[in-house]
């Protein structure tokens, strides 16, 4: 049996602000959005219309917006 990964990613529906969304992960049932100043906790529920990213979706999103994909590394423990 394979372990959960510590850390699940998601990305928000586009909005005009952010035509490609926003990265979340999911730690600890702690959900965190990545902004300007690194990860902000936003609460425990998954924002309507997030969909689920594997590790490498989440890395090649942060590529495209030109995040440091160190920063999938540092999410906090709640």
């Known amino acids: 049996m394979t372990r959960p990964e510590p850390v699940r990613f998601l990305r928000t529906e586009a909005t005009m602000a952010f035509p490609e969304g926003r ?13 300007a100043d690194g990860w902000t906790a936003i609460g425990a529920g998954r924002p309507h219309g997030a969909l689920w990213l594997s590790r490498e979706e989440a890395e090649d ?18």
Not at 27 to 34: G, I, K, N, T
Request: charged fraction near 25%.
């Open 23 to 35: 990265l979340l992960a999911l730690r600890e049932s702690r959900m965190h959005v990545l902004a």
């Open 61 to 78: 999103w942060c590529e495209r917006e030109g995040w440091d994909l160190h920063l999938l590394d540092h999410v906090p423990t709640p």
